[in-house]
């Protein structure tokens, strides 16, 4: 079953504007990662946040995490083309080291 | 460093036939899990091997088995194949508990 929800399930955009996705989940984590998928093969590892951080940057990524309402963002600042892609979060849980995906947010970013 | 390394890329097979997939895990790690991702959907855990044993398991049937060899790399069986198998296979490597999963190019399996 899948453990978090991505919103919005599409999203499109100009290039030079900023994207914003979310994530909620429902149980305790030990961490959350955010992947990204181009044209449904391997997954790209974005970002890593720790439950006891609260935001963390990436050269344009900036991720967010609230556990008290169990939830992240991932911003994207000045996209561009090649962001278009489809964009999962993914948690753990303590006591173990598997990843639970969400149904993803697909990112359309036109030229 | 050629990163997890998956093959075949691509399986047409026939209903009630088995498959095997194979994955090679990144240099330097010793944990590879398995993740089927149907179209349209988030990869799904099938199980993880570490020390050649599997430490866990999602909710997938005894038909998918798998094997974790002493050099890391990692084998997924599937018998009697459905067509409710056909999806990506996605292997993932990593070194430690609670880290970055590395992700190889997946496998597409379609069941006719």
């Known amino acids: 079953s899948q453990q978090g929800e991505e919103d919005p399930q599409a999203l499109s955009i100009q290039e030079g504007e900023n994207a914003t996705m979310n994530c909620s989940y429902k149980?305790?984590?030990?961490?959350l990662q955010w992947y990204r998928q181009n044209s449904g093969r391997g997954l790209v590892h974005l970002i890593l946040?720790?439950?006891?951080?609260r935001e963390k940057h990436s050269g344009r990524l900036r991720v967010t995490l609230d556990t008290s309402k169990k939830s992240s963002s991932l911003l994207i600042t000045a996209s561009r083309a090649a962001d278009t892609a489809s964009y999962f979060c993914?948690?753990?849980?303590?006591?173990?080291?598997?990843?639970?995906f969400g149904k993803g947010t697909m990112l359309l970013v036109s030229p | 460093d050629a990163g997890v390394t998956q093959s075949p890329t691509h399986l047409i097979k026939t209903r009630g036939q088995q498959v095997t997939l194979r994955c090679s895990p990144k240099?330097?790690?010793?944990?590879v899990s398995w993740y089927q991702q149907a179209l349209g959907q988030g990869p799904q855990f099938i199980f993880q091997?570490?020390?050649?044993?599997?430490?866990q398991r999602g909710n997938f049937p005894d038909r998918f088995s798998g094997h974790q060899f002493p050099n890391y790399s990692s084998e997924l069986n599937v018998n009697a194949l459905l067509l409710g198998d056909s999806a990506l296979y996605l292997c993932?490597?990593?070194?430690?508990?609670?880290?970055?999963?590395?992700f190889g190019q997946g496998t597409r399996l379609t069941v006719v």
């Open positions: 149980t305790s984590i030990n961490n």
């Open positions: 993914a948690t753990v849980h303590s006591g173990y080291s598997t990843l639970t």
């Open positions: 946040i720790r439950s006891n951080e």
């Open positions: 993932a490597s990593s070194w430690a508990r609670n880290t970055e999963a590395f």
């Open positions: 240099s330097g790690h010793d944990t």
């Open positions: 091997y570490y020390e050649e044993e599997e430490r």
